[in-house]
């Protein structure tokens, strides 16, 4: 029991209701690697480089709120250094970024791994 309980407090549930933009950002990302788009939820790992509290997740969520629809494709999928401007712009969002990198792309994990950290049904 205490496994489980320790598996579900090492990940954040990013869900369109939860953390819409966040959630977008997500889909986007999976739907141009490959990974499909539509998914129930994402976990977001809290080992990662940098750990968002709850608040600071839900601060990105409004910081990404503020960005256009462009802006937002941006940030998501588009030229590094274009990115990487936005991602600058804002702390949080900077701090997203490297979290949203390590969730896609991990030395340490292979992408059956990161299909186990999408949820597509429930």
């Given at each position: 029991?205490?496994s ?9 549930l ?21 990974g ?13 480089d940098?750990?968002?509290?709850n ?8 910081a990404?709120c ?14 590094e ?10 702390a ?15 030395e340490d ?8 950290k ?5």
């Open positions: 029991m205490d489980l309980i320790k598996k579900h407090l090492t990940y954040r990013i869900t369109p209701k939860s953390h819409p933009k966040i959630y977008e950002v997500l889909d986007t990302i999976s739907h141009d690697g490959g499909g788009a539509g998914h129930v939820a994402y976990r977001l790992p809290l080992g990662m940098m750990i968002l509290t608040f600071e997740l839900m601060e990105a969520e409004a990404l503020e960005l256009t629809d462009e802006e937002l494709q941006t940030y998501a999928i588009g030229e250094s274009e990115m990487k401007r936005i991602a600058h712009s804002n949080l969002l900077s701090v997203l970024h490297v979290n949203l990198n390590a969730f896609f792309i991990s994990q292979c992408a059956c791994c990161t299909r186990q999408i949820i597509s049904v429930l």
